[in-house]
C-alpha cells in the first residue's frame, strides 16, 4: 500500500520481505483443552522425545487430534486472511491442508530447542503456562539474544541494517504461526518450574506410505489453511 508523508507529500511504499509469521491469541477454552488433553496423553505410549530436537525430558504426542481440529481450523483460517494482506495477492482457489502433528511440550529448568526447522508447510507453536518465575527471569536478563524462555525466528543474511531474526518472549495464550522451513530456537531458563506448549505441523500433503504406516486416524483434513499461489 503506497503511504504519502505529511510535510512532503511524498508518495513511498514498503515492501514486504522475509517469511510471514503471525502472532495471534487463543481462547481460554483451547487452552484448558490443550492443557487436559495435553495431560491426558502424557504417557509412555505418546512419548514423542525422539521425534524432535529439542532437549527437553517430557513431549508428547495428543492422543485425538478430532477434538483439536475445529480450533485448529479457526487460527488457520484467520491466518490464511494475515497471509493474503502480506502477499497482497488473494488466492486463485480456496487452501486445503493437513494437520499432520502435534504435541505437548513441558519444559523446565536448563532445558532448551536448539536452531532447528520443522517438516511440511506450515508450524505453529502456542503457550499455555508461563510461570511468573520465568517472566521475572527474563525482565531481569540484559543481554541482546531472546533472553531466558525466549523463542527467536531467524532468516536470511546481511549485515546489521538487514532484519534477519524477530525475537519475542511469549505470554499464556500466544500461537505464532509461521513457515515450517523457518528456523527457530527456544532459549533455556534457570528457574525451577515448568512450562508448557504445544507444536504443530500443517502439510499440504502425505504419503501414502505414511497413510499406511499410522493409519488414517492421525491425518484430518482442515477447512482452512495457507496454500501456494499459482505462478
Same mark, same amino acid.
Given at each position: 500500500?503506497?503511504?504519502?508523508?505529511?510535510?512532503?507529500?511524498?508518495?513511498?511504499?514498503?515492501?514486504?520481505?522475509g517469511?510471514?509469521?503471525?502472532?495471534?491469541?487463543?481462547?481460554?477454552?483451547?487452552?484448558?483443552?490443550?492443557?487436559? +488433553?495435553? +495431560?491426558?496423553?502424557?504417557?509412555k505410549?505418546?512419548?514423542?522425545?525422539?521425534?524432535?530436537?529439542g532437549?527437553l525430558?517430557?513431549?508428547?504426542?495428543?492422543?485425538?487430534?478430532?477434538?483439536?481440529?475445529?480450533?485448529?481450523?479457526?487460527?488457520?483460517k484467520?491466518?490464511?486472511?494475515?497471509f493474503e494482506?502480506?502477499?497482497?495477492?488473494?488466492?486463485?482457489?480456496?487452501?486445503?491442508?493437513l494437520?499432520?502433528?502435534?504435541?505437548?511440550?513441558?519444559q523446565?529448568?536448563?532445558?532448551?530447542?536448539?536452531?532447528?526447522?520443522?517438516?511440511?508447510?506450515?508450524?505453529?507453536?502456542?503457550?499455555?503456562?508461563?510461570?511468573? +518465575?520465568?517472566?521475572?527471569?527474563?525482565?531481569?536478563?540484559?543481554?541482546?539474544?531472546?533472553?531466558?524462555?525466549?523463542?527467536?525466528?531467524?532468516?536470511?543474511?546481511?549485515?546489521?541494517?538487514?532484519?534477519?531474526?524477530?525475537?519475542?518472549?511469549?505470554?499464556?495464550?500466544?500461537?505464532?504461526?509461521?513457515?515450517?522451513?523457518?528456523?527457530?530456537?527456544?532459549?533455556?531458563?534457570?528457574a525451577?518450574?515448568?512450562?508448557?506448549?504445544?507444536s504443530g505441523?500443517?502439510?499440504?500433503?502425505?504419503?501414502?506410505?505414511?497413510?499406511?504406516?499410522?493409519?488414517?486416524?492421525?491425518?484430518?483434513?482442515?477447512k482452512?489453511?495457507?496454500?501456494?499461489?499459482?505462478?
Amino acid at each position: 500500500m503506497t503511504e504519502k508523508t505529511k510535510s512532503t507529500g511524498l508518495r513511498y511504499q514498503l515492501l514486504s520481505w522475509g517469511p510471514c509469521v503471525a502472532k495471534l491469541k487463543i481462547t481460554d477454552e483451547f487452552k484448558n483443552l490443550l492443557l487436559k +488433553e495435553g +495431560e491426558a496423553s502424557s504417557t509412555k505410549e505418546y512419548d514423542y522425545q525422539t521425534r524432535l530436537a529439542g532437549i527437553l525430558q517430557k513431549e508428547f504426542r495428543f492422543r485425538d487430534y478430532n477434538v483439536l481440529l475445529p480450533y485448529v481450523d479457526e487460527f488457520l483460517k484467520l491466518y490464511t486472511t494475515i497471509f493474503e494482506k502480506w502477499k497482497g495477492v488473494p488466492f486463485k482457489k480456496p487452501p486445503s491442508y493437513l494437520l499432520r502433528a502435534m504435541w505437548i511440550n513441558y519444559q523446565r529448568k536448563n532445558e532448551f530447542n536448539p536452531p532447528h526447522d520443522h517438516a511440511d508447510d506450515l508450524s505453529f507453536v502456542i503457550y499455555l503456562k508461563v510461570p511468573e +518465575e520465568i517472566k521475572k527471569e527474563f525482565k531481569e536478563y540484559r543481554g541482546r539474544s531472546c533472553g531466558p524462555g525466549g523463542i527467536q525466528f531467524v532468516y536470511g543474511d546481511g549485515n546489521r541494517q538487514a532484519i534477519t531474526y524477530q525475537s519475542h518472549f511469549p505470554e499464556e495464550n500466544d500461537i505464532f504461526i509461521f513457515p515450517a522451513w523457518l528456523k527457530h530456537w527456544v532459549a533455556p531458563f534457570k528457574a525451577d518450574v515448568e512450562r508448557i506448549s504445544v507444536s504443530g505441523n500443517i502439510s499440504s500433503q502425505v504419503p501414502l506410505s505414511s497413510l499406511k504406516k499410522v493409519g488414517e486416524n492421525q491425518w484430518q483434513p482442515l477447512k482452512n489453511a495457507i496454500g501456494d499461489y499459482d505462478s
